[in-house]
């Protein structure tokens, strides 16, 4: 039986120091919790985490691709790798971007399911192939190609791999969810 206590406990001000225990407050408010485990966890590695931060924050939300879309890819990807606390976060995030139970379901089901657009379906191969290969073939990519300029499409790469590798960390640390 795997162990479901954290690996690492969520910090408080004295590991986290005062900048990014204000940095974990501020955004445990944002997420609508009093402890946002990924944050108080995560920001035990001082200017890591904010630097983390900035990177993340620059593709989601700070990105070019529609809210939708990204939470799109971000749910996609939790779902793949079963990783309960990226979904249970971003299914409260992909509500305020427009994603309804139907199309949350269909995204379980993945670029398959029927009712997506073109551009969804090629979206969501991308994201599988993505995950499930580390690399995109040639016609994922020229699909992919029709609906997204040059810097869309690297940074629809480069969401899937930063949630794909958050994932992998909340699942090594085995960060339990906020509520």
Known sequence: MVSTQPRIAPGRLRELGPVN???WQALSRAAGTDDAHLFSTLGR???LF???????????PG??????????VILRVAHLRECEYETDHHIRLGKRAGITQEVLD????GPTAP???????????????????????????TTLAE????????EIVLLTNQYEGLA?????????TDH
């Open 115 to 141: 009712g997506w657009t073109d551009k969804e379906r090629a979206l969501l191969t991308a994201v599988d192939q993505l995950v499930t290969t580390r690399n995109l073939d040639d016609p994922t990519w």
């Open 45 to 47: 590695t001082g200017g």
């Open 21 to 23: 225990w204000v940095v």
């Open 168 to 176: 992998s960390t909340i699942t090594a640390l085995r960060i339990q």
């Open 106 to 109: 269909r995204l379980r089901l």
């Open 63 to 72: 990105g070019r691709l529609r809210r939708y879309e990204s939470e799109m």
């Open 147 to 154: 609906h997204y300029d040059d810097r869309r499409l690297i």
């Open 50 to 60: 904010r630097g983390w931060l900035h990177f993340s924050g620059k593709l989601m």
